[in-house]
């Protein structure tokens, strides 16, 4: 297959940015989207450059040239549009995190996990911020072997701010699955290991409920600490703070073990970097061996293009870079439904320990 036809099921902030980037592919066009507010859908196909606009998923379903569809709508909807497609088509399929919000509906992704007969990616694409990639690349050589994973998350509170996007609302499942999927995806990756243990503390720091707050959005936690322990012995820590406004978006990852110490940082240019602060300070990995010989400071660049199509740090390019060689039948899923299944178990025990005050088994 030359090129990949792709189906966008959500049009809304990344929807778009997921066309933008599909746009930017060799091999890849979308063909069809579909949204329920039909404005939205009709400019998204504009952005394809002329797709067909669909009204419902039935109807995007029933468009025949399709090769590959792309789940973009509000958390709640991944699982019941996945059943939906498995009872229609069998397409390759990338379904943004969160896989899923309600802990009943972990029995169903199995069993679609084993029958499906497409590859199904989930876009935990914080993978592919290049100096995550990197670091986890490097983390075990320089650590000789990681002990201590930290991830600290500083971020402006951009919601429920901004219109239709109410993503702490009762349909989001909440900050500890709905964002930090991300990073509990990402310490499963980089330590290679599974947590046994999770601990959490969580709260509310600042009152996000302004004039633009819809009535429905539940307590927001803003403010939070996610301690793991994993199978092998390396803990693991979580530092979440959504109300940062001077840091605006920004991630950092150390990781320690009896070797040396490697960091990233991911200062967070592209969707949430807001122009009038200038350019972003450049994503870098910092790699600092136990013998003091001076850490290595390697900077790790943003291609522009990418930027310009609205990611950050290339991030959501590179995944439907992979992916659209695995639709053309090169490979097979680095994300896979069980990662996605994972992530959201650690999110929902996470939450658990946080409104229990206990520690929860995994
Ligand atoms: N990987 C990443 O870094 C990121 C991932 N995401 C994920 O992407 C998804 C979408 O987020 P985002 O674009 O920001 O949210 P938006 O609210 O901006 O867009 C979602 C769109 O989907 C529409 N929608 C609602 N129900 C359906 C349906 N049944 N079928 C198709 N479309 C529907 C919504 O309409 P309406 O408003 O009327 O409900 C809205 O237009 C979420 O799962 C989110 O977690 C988001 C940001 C970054
Ligand atoms: O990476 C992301 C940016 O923040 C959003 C809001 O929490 C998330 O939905 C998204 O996954």
């Avoid at 090129?3 to 069809?32: D, F, K, S, T, W």
């Avoid at 990338?94 to 590859?119: H, I, M, N, W």
């Avoid at 910092?286 to 003091?292: G, Y």
């Amino acid at each position: 297959m030359s090129m990949v036809r792709y189906g966008v099921i959500g049009c809304g902030m990344m929807g778009c940015e997921h066309i933008q980037n599909i746009n930017l592919l060799p091999h890849g066009q979308v063909v069809a989207v579909q949204d329920p507010v039909r404005d939205l859908a009709v400019s998204a196909a504009k952005l394809a450059g002329g797709a067909q606009v669909c009204d419902t998923l039935e109807a995007l379903l029933a468009v025949q040239d399709l090769d590959a569809l792309v789940i973009v709508s509000p958390n709640d909807c991944h699982v019941p549009q996945l059943r939906q497609i498995a009872a229609t088509r069998t397409l390759p399929i990338l379904c943004e995190k969160p896989l899923f919000t309600a802990p009943e509906d972990e029995v169903f992704l199995r069993d679609f996990a084993a029958s499906y007969g497409a590859p199904v990616w989930v876009a935990m694409e914080y993978r592919y911020m290049p100096p995550i990639a990197l670091l986890r690349d490097e983390a075990q050589e320089a650590t000789g072997g990681i002990a201590m994973l930290s991830i600290r998350e500083h971020r402006f509170p951009f919601l429920p701010k901004v219109g239709a996007w109410n993503r702490f609302n009762s349909r989001s499942g909440g900050t500890l699955v709905e964002k930090c999927c991300h990073f509990f995806d990402l310490m499963r990756l980089i330590l290679r290991d599974e947590p046994v243990r999770v601990m959490a503390s969580a709260g509310q720091a600042v009152n996000h409920k302004d004039e633009t707050y819809d009535g429905r959005a539940p307590d927001i936690w803003d403010n939070g600490y996610v301690i793991l322990d994993f199978a092998g012995g390396a803990r693991a820590m979580l530092e979440l703070c959504m109300f940062a406004e001077g840091s605006r978006y920004q991630e950092e990852i150390s990781a320690m073990g009896p070797a040396g110490k490697i960091e990233a940082r991911v200062p967070g240019p592209g969707r949430f970097w807001p122009v009038h602060l200038g350019d972003a300070p450049v994503p870098q990995v910092i790699v600092s061996p136990r013998v003091p010989k001076g850490p290595r400071l390697i900077e790790v660049p943003v291609d522009p293009t990418l930027l310009a199509a609205g990611d950050h740090n290339g991030s959501t390019y590179y995944q439907h870079e992979r992916f659209n060689a695995v639709v053309r039948g090169e490979g097979r899923p680095e994300v896979t439904l069980a990662d996605g299944i994972a992530a959201v178990r650690i999110g929902l025990a996470a939450q658990e320990s946080a409104a229990t005050g206990r520690a929860v088994a995994i």
